[in-house]
């Protein structure tokens, strides 16, 4: 990324969090010292593989202890300069109307491209290893899909066409100001199913979360509160019935991209995480560490960053945070109000002070930006890009968006290291393959028919860490439930997955088998697919068809078939 | 129909230019079939016991082990457990010194036919109490958390001549591979829900385009060789169980638990002979920080019941010879219980070995009540002799091979060569 765009794109977050001057100073300087020495040089040289079929050189096991039990001294921690968190002025340009569904009339551009017959855009030797490759993806259609793949849930070609219209910089603003959108339908949607508003079952929360991944016009926002319910999990069998998980969901997505400082105070105080961690029950003289532990260890630091020692006195410091009435409520005589030493800080914490001091951490940057990158982009980020998102975030007073903003606008993020680097999570996968094909559906079930067999049990995580990572996501009964769920969708039963594909090519003025390949392959997979694995498809297609490759062979049935295999094959299974 | 992919690429050469350029699991295939045609040889070990099977139950969570195998003649477990401990005379009395929780009475019948090794105080040094960390040490054997295959996936990667077996690593009743069984290669099935197990709409055209997908272009992405191998899988593994399951006829009612299903899928593959090593079952919510005296014995009931019935079955199949069964805990609990009816994360705590092959006793020294490491049980056994004992005295393998140039010396607890 040149240096001034990239600086350019700090002020402009800078302005749109109202920054002090002397913020400004503290961006500028983060803005050079990441700019020299050179990046790439520095991120060319860490080529981290991720798949290493070969062992790796053993260390004796009983050479060293993982985590010193000893205290070691810490860094004071320094404030960093906060922005108050009320300071965030709405944009003030006119609110971007969402790109409505208006069909295309002409031309098509996809036609257009398959005319020169060369969709491929990555051109990866077909059999090589892969290498980290930084270099960026030019295509612009390309990058496109890939940014509202994975700042949201997919997207029909008709998004994408608008979304291509309004260019990349002003799609990324509409993403990140999605409070200026109107999300009006995807509530109606909601209130058209009649769900009990106060007790819902784990199927309707389901059904609602997927409703919203797949109708919502703030694609950013839903894929926010999914990467929250991830981190800052909860589950409902150990929650339960009530208003708790959709308050939690809610909370969510009221704080999307709010400070993280902020986040985790009211996480902290949130009934669903109280009754998930036992914090409901942590008494003065009866301290439960389970939500203390946590805190640091899976929202903010990481494991390894603190002592036993830590866990017990932040422990003290949450007594008395207790529920009544299904509403936090501090319980006065049951806080321990003594002195407490908190990694290497003393005094009469409260849980609020546990938040302030945590965030204070400089390994709490590095953490969070991590999760974050780790999420949109790739994984195993370099020192380097999560340096510079650590400042990022520590110069903003914690701000998720301005991390957000950084990751999606970065060339780390458009890199094609970072191209079909992840798997698909299930509710990626479901949410993003109805939204892509523009499928009417009430997802009646979804989540258990669907999304729940392939490993993802929203609103109920097997554990305390979330959802699953990367590989994790694999094995032979989630690939065998994918390949399942593109199979239900191949066949259109019109009750769950309503649209007409025969139409849609005839309208698209599709000619041909080939010319019918390279559409689902525009829609599914950016048309970014090697010769040969095209080949397989038009082979395939063909076969079926019987020597008759016009559009009148195009049924249905066939159309359903290539259409699981395209959905089917490994590409489609990364996002 | 189940399509075999070694055959599939002798019969096409579609996708597949050299012989270099194919992941792991072609070469291997392709390696196998030039082995039957005698024109090369390998040195891959085959196991020497092909009968055999390893069954690992997770106890997720960390298990309390203080109200597991209970030290209920030492004062100082009331001492410390207040109303969390259970009352002498409910203990189930093993050797008048420990007992088993009341609701493990099933496990106390198989203790009582000489089925059951208990091995006290297993933990490792430097104990860790976060469960992901702790757990990440128990599957993968690495202390120092640098390994990324678990232990039983570094013995799958030791271990060839499996292409005749169609499910050489089964996990039942969980979504996601198990650490232990984890290796970029590993040949290991899991299975949610045998009844979702099967392929919709499948045909032979179409999955064998699928098969040149999957054999070709993801060569080039990370997950490329994970994809590959576990779309094979899928192949293999869900005619094969689907078939075992169909002719699987048990006389033994299993408990309607969770558990108790996961079992009997893993009972139906073992039965059905298809050639089983490493099967693996999950039963978390054992992180009981409260109301740990309403939640434990659940749970314990549940493993107790489920074990007790798949022994069974196993025997009437006159399977109960080869299976060996061995359950884990990321950790014990905290000695001294919280405030909230519940114990908080801890250290030491036994395992269990069931079945025909142990010798049933009592393995281990009981960790010390009066010598606390910080309110925490100090390991007596490092687990990783329990590894050791169950690769080279039932697996048939080299333990160094798999957990590395520490020697542990097996426990004496199989009636096994």
């Known amino acids: 990324m040149a240096l001034d765009k990239d600086r350019r794109a700090f002020l402009r977050t800078a302005a749109k969090l109202g920054l002090s001057a002397g913020a400004l100073v503290i961006f500028e300087q983060a803005c050079s010292q990441v700019d020299s020495p050179s990046r790439s040089s520095s991120v060319l040289a860490t080529p981290q593989s991720r798949v290493n079929p070969t062992p790796q050189p053993r260390v004796t096991p009983t050479a060293q202890p993982r985590v010193t039990p000893t205290r070691q001294p810490r860094v004071t921690p320094t404030r960093q300069p906060r922005v108050t968190p009320t300071a965030q002025p709405r944009v003030t340009s006119t609110p971007v109307a969402y790109p409505t569904a208006t069909p295309r009339i002409v031309p098509d551009p996809v036609v257009e491209s398959t005319a020169t017959a060369e969709p491929t855009v990555i051109s990866t030797p077909h059999v090589t290893t892969p290498a980290p490759d930084d270099s960026s993806i030019t295509d612009q259609r390309v990058r496109m899909g890939h ?123 949130d009934p669903a995480m109280m009754i998930w961690l036992d914090s409901r029950v942590n008494k003065k003289n009866k301290p439960n560490e389970n939500f203390a532990r946590e805190l640091m260890e899976l929202f903010s630091m990481g494991v390894g960053t603190f002592t036993e020692f830590d866990v017990k006195e932040a422990a003290r410091s ?230 008759d490759n016009s559009v009148n062979a195009l049924n249905k049935s066939r159309l359903g078939s290539l259409m699981y295999l395209v959905m089917s094959s490994p590409d489609y299974q990364l996002g | 129909m189940l399509i075999s992919r ?87 009395d093993l050797d008048g010194e420990v007992g088993l929780h009341p609701v493990l009475d099933k496990m106390k019948l198989l203790w009582d036919e000489g089925l059951l090794a208990i091995v006290q105080g297993v933990g490792y040094p430097n104990q860790s109490y976060s469960h992901f960390e702790s757990m990440h040490v128990w599957q993968t054997a690495d202390n120092d958390g640098n390994l990324n295959e678990g232990w039983l996936g570094r013995y799958f990667r030791e271990l060839e001549g499996m292409e005749g077996s169609a499910l050489p690593g089964l996990a039942v009743g969980r979504r996601t591979t198990p650490y232990e069984c984890s290796a970029v290669d590993a040949p290991m099935s899991v299975v949610q829900n045998i009844n979702r197990y099967r392929l919709a709409g499948s045909n032979k055209q179409r999955s064998e385009a699928l098969m040149k997908l999957y054999g070709g272009s993801s060569l080039t992405t990370p997950y490329g060789v994970l994809l590959d191998n576990t779309l094979e899988s899928v192949y293999k593994s869900s005619e094969a169980l689907q078939n075992a399951n169909k002719n699987y006829k048990s006389q033994i009612e299993y408990p309607d638990t969770s558990l108790g299903k996961s079992l009997k899928v893993l009972s139906a593959a073992i039965i ?146």
Not at chain 1, 163 to 176: A, I, N, P, Q, R
Not at chain 1, 323 to 338: A, P, S, V
Not at chain 1, 359 to 376: A, D, H, N, R, Y
């Open chain 1, 147 to 269: 940014l509202l793949r994975r700042a949201g849930f997919g997207a029909s070609r008709q998004e994408i066409d608008r979304f291509l219209d309004m260019g990349e910089e002003k799609t990324v603003s509409f993403l990140l100001e999605y409070d200026q959108v109107d999300d009006s339908d995807v509530d109606m949607r909601l209130a058209a199913l009649n769900l009990d508003p106060l007790d819902h079952s784990l199927k309707d929360l389901q059904r609602m979360a997927l409703i919203r991944m797949i109708y919502t016009q703030r694609p950013l926002q839903e894929k926010m509160v999914l990467f929250w319910h991830g981190l800052l999990t909860s589950g409902y069998k150990k929650v339960g019935r009530g208003p708790y998980m959709l308050n939690q969901d809610e909370l969510f997505r009221r704080h999307a991209l709010s400070p993280y400082d902020g986040l985790l105070k009211a996480v902290a105080k």
């Open chain 2, 272 to 417: 059905g002979g298809l050639g089983v090593k490493v099967g693996h079952v999950t039963i978390g919510g054992f992180d009981t920080h409260s109301d740990q005296i309403v939640e434990q014995p659940d749970l314990l009931r549940e493993v107790s019941e489920a074990l007790y019935a798949f022994y069974q079955d196993l025997k009437a199949a006159n399977k109960d010879q080869d299976v060996l069964v061995m359950t884990w805990s990321e950790f014990g609990r905290r000695v001294k219980s919280n405030g909230s009816g519940g114990t908080d994360h801890g250290a030491a705590a036994p395992m269990f070995l069931l079945g025909s092959p142990v010798v049933g006793g009592i393995y281990g020294e009981r960790p010390d009540l009066r010598n606390l490491d910080k309110d925490n049980l100090r390991f007596t056994t490092d687990f990783r002799a329990v590894y050791s004992t169950i690769l080279e005295q039932w697996l048939g393998a080299s333990s160094e091979a798999v957990l590395g140039s520490e020697r542990f010396d097996p426990i004496p607890l199989l009636a096994v060569s």
């Open chain 2, 6 to 92: 070694r055959n599939f690429l002798k019969s096409s050469a579609v996708l597949v230019p050299t012989f270099a350029s194919l992941p792991l699991v072609f070469r291997r295939a392709v390696a196998s079939s030039i082995v039957e045609s005698g024109t090369h040889t390998t040195a891959y070990p085959t196991s020497p016991y092909p009968d055999r099977t390893l069954v690992v139950l997770q106890m997720a969570g960390g298990n309390d082990g203080l109200n597991t195998v209970i030290p209920f003649t030492d004062s100082r477990y009331y001492d410390h457990r207040s109303y969390l401990a259970v009352p002498g005379e409910d203990v189930l």
């Open chain 1, 318 to 547: 949450f007594t008395g945070w207790s529920l009544r009435k299904k509403e936090f409520f501090f319980e006065e005589n049951q806080h321990d109000f003594g002195q407490k030493t908190f990694l290497g800080i003393t005094g009469n914490h409260d849980g609020t002070d546990i938040v302030d001091i945590v965030m204070g951490q400089p390994i709490t940057s590095q953490f969070i930006s991590g999760k974050l990158f780790e999420f949109f982009a790739y994984e195993n980020p370099e020192q380097e890009v999560l340096a510079e998102l650590a400042s990022t975030f520590n110069a903003t007073g914690y701000s998720i968006k301005a991390v957000v903003e950084k990751i999606l606008t970065s060339d780390e993020f458009y890199s094609k290291k970072a191209y079909r680097a992840k798997i698909k999570s299930p509710a990626e996968l479901v949410a993003g393959t109805v939204r892509t094909l523009g499928i009417e559906t009430h997802a009646n079930n979804f989540g258990s028919n669907y999304v729940t067999p392939m490993g993802q049990e929203l609103f109920n995580p097997f554990d305390v860490s979330g959802w699953p990572e990367g590989g994790e996501w694999i094995n032979s009964s989630t690939l065998l439930n994918r390949l399942n769920f593109v199979n239900a969708v191949s066949k259109g039963n019109k009750r769950a997955f309503d649209y007409d594909l025969v139409t849609s090519l005839k309208s698209n003025n599709i000619k041909s088998t080939e010319e019918a390949v390279d559409y689902l392959l525009d829609l599914c997979l950016d048309s970014v697919v090697p010769d040969q694995e095209r080949a397989v498809f038009v082979g395939y297609l063909n076969g079926l068809v019987g020597g």
